[in-house]
Structure formats: C-alpha cells, structure tokens
C-alpha cells in the first residue's frame, strides 16, 4: 500500500519567503508528526497531531512556524520569512495507535528545504 | 526533563565484532522506547520497540529501568548495518523524543 509522502521532495527558496510543505499520511493514520532533521542536530520534533488538533506545538522553533491539517489527513507546515537556519530536511510521520503497528511511526521521504 | 541521550556521535566497529549503540532516558513515568535505523538513501524506519522484546536482524534492546537505558546490541556486526540509529521515547502524552542519533560505521 501506499506510505507517507511528502511534496516537494526538494524546495530552494530565498531568504524572507515563505514556504508551505505537504505530507500525505498513511491512510487511516490519526496521529502526525513532523520533525526537522539537521547535520548534528539529529531529528527534531516540530509538533504532532492527533486528528485534526495539535496537543503540543512546543517544538516549533519560532512564530514563523505553523502547521494544519484537515480533514484528519493532509498536513501543511508552513515557514513564514524563511531564514538560512531554516535549511534542513523536514520529515513527516504517521501513526496508528492500535494493532500490529501499534505507535510505530512509518516516515515520509523528506522534504530538502535550502534557504540561499 | 524528558530526555533521550545517545552519547556516541560515530561508532564503528570491525565487521564480526559486537556492537553496543548507548542510549539513556529520562523520563518520570512508563517509558515506551523505539530504535529506529536510517540506512543509506532510505527513510527512517523502525528496527525495534522494547514492549515487542523481539531480534530484528540479530538486533536486540533491553529496557534497563533502574540504569533507565536501553542500548542496541548486536553480537556479530555485519557490514550491512552500517546506517544512521535513533533511539526514541514515547510519552504519555504520545510525544516522540529522538536521540540525536548515532552513526555505526562497519569496518570491513
């Protein structure tokens, strides 16, 4: 079956433009999850969803990250007024909490965001 | 502080020999801990969970509550195991804590 996928899979952009970022859990899936995966900083929780609401968005690193998602799927982080620090691969995250996959995490393939 | 601490930024290790990646939690309640492997060009995938206390390539995790670690065993490494791995720890809350991740580089 299908997994996460996450669009675009490679973003350049330039410093002070905002930038939205898509992921498509897997389909059943109600939790969510994104993080940001940076050289020597490993995987970074962002902030994750459980249905449509977001219990904890304390690992958003700024007021220039947002993120929703409707209709208990499709998930949108956006970054307003991109800065270089924001280059990294943002990475997206499905769960189910219940059967054989119970709280396994199945990623996306990442999304490569470059602010020049 | 919830917290996951894999101290070891690079290992590597002669193919054949044991491997050992270290992670320590800290976590007040009941902890529900993950390794998760990156292999080269892959997407970060599970390898193991500490509540299925199964082998999953020769790879084995025991929770330790009172050292509250859970470090990643393999008795043999081969050279396939090279590859990026991350120790997690779900909260209560359903929260996912990553270590920041360990690089085993198998010798050959």
């Known amino acids: 079956g299908a997994g996460v996928s996450q669009s675009p899979s490679n973003k350049v952009t330039e410093k002070g433009k905002d930038v939205e970022l898509r992921c498509d859990p897997i389909s059943g899936h109600t939790a969510l999850y994104w993080y940001r995966q940076s050289l020597g900083q490993g995987l970074e929780f962002l902030i994750y969803f459980q249905g449509n609401s977001a219990p904890d968005k304390s690992g958003l690193p700024s007021d220039r990250f947002s993120a929703e998602r409707t209709g208990g799927s499709v998930s949108t982080l956006t970054i307003q007024r991109t800065q270089q620090e924001d280059s990294a691969v943002y990475l997206c995250?499905?769960?189910?909490?219940?059967?054989?996959?119970?709280?396994?995490?199945?990623f996306g393939p990442g999304t490569r965001l470059t602010v020049l | 502080a919830q917290r996951v601490t894999q101290p070891e930024k690079l290992l590597s290790v002669f193919k054949g020999a044991p491997v050992e990646l270290k992670c320590n939690y800290s976590?007040?309640?009941?902890?529900?801990l993950f390794w998760y492997v990156q292999y080269s060009r892959q997407r970060l995938q599970l390898l193991l969970r500490?509540?299925s206390r199964e082998s999953i390539k020769g790879f084995t995790a025991d929770l330790n509550k009172g050292e509250t670690s859970f470090h990643l065993k393999k008795p043999f490494a081969q050279e396939e195991d090279s590859a990026m791995y991350y120790c997690?720890?779900?909260?209560?809350?359903?929260?996912?804590?990553f270590g920041k991740g360990t690089r085993l580089h198998i010798l050959p």
């Open positions: 500490h509540i």
């Open positions: 976590y007040s309640g009941s902890p529900e």
């Open positions: 995250a499905s769960s189910f909490p219940g059967g054989d996959t119970y709280n396994e995490q199945f």
């Open positions: 997690a720890l779900m909260t209560g809350d359903d929260k996912i804590i």
